[in-house]
C-alpha cells in the first residue's frame, strides 16, 4: 500500500524560508513522478510543483516560479519543496502526490496522480 507522508510546515514570518519533506513507502520511488500542491482556505486545491521519476525535469505554477524549488533523493523515497522568499498567499495546507510513470496526464492535473498525503499547513504572517 502506497503511502506519503508530509513534514516541515510551519509559521514563518513573510520573507522567510520553509523546506517541506514528503516520503514514499510501500512501493518503488522511481516508479512515481511527485508533485506538490496546495489549498488555501476558501480555495480550491491547486498545482505547485512537480518533478519526473528520474529528477530531471521540473514543472513549477507560475505564482512560485523562482522561489520554490522541487527536488527528489531515491536513497531516502523523499521528495522535497525548498520555499524560499514566502508571501502571505503562500499560506495553505501543502499536499504531496505521486503520479504513476504509465499516466500520461498533465503533471498540472490532480486527476493525474493516483496518491496522495494528508498535508502539511504552511503559515506565512505578514
Known amino acids: 500500500q502506497v503511502q506519503l507522508v508530509e513534514s516541515g510546515g510551519g509559521l514563518v514570518q513573510a520573507g522567510g524560508s520553509l523546506r517541506l519533506s514528503c516520503v514514499l513507502s510501500g512501493a518503488t520511488f522511481s516508479s512515481y513522478a511527485m508533485g506538490w500542491f496546495r489549498q488555501a482556505p476558501g480555495k480550491e486545491r491547486e498545482f505547485v510543483a512537480a518533478?519526473?521519476?528520474?529528477?530531471?525535469?521540473?514543472y513549477y505554477a507560475d505564482s512560485v516560479k523562482g522561489r520554490f524549488t522541487i527536488s527528489r533523493e531515491k536513497d531516502k523515497n523523499t521528495v522535497y519543496l525548498q520555499m524560499k522568499t514566502l508571501k502571505p498567499e503562500d499560506t495553505a495546507v501543502y499536499y504531496c502526490?505521486?503520479?504513476?510513470?504509465?499516466?500520461?496526464?498533465?503533471?498540472?492535473?490532480?486527476?493525474?496522480?493516483?496518491?496522495w498525503g494528508q498535508g502539511t499547513q504552511v503559515t506565512v504572517s505578514s
Open positions: 518533478i519526473n521519476w528520474s529528477g530531471i525535469t521540473t
Open positions: 502526490a505521486a503520479r504513476p510513470v504509465q499516466y500520461s496526464r498533465s503533471y498540472y492535473a490532480e486527476g493525474a496522480y493516483a496518491y
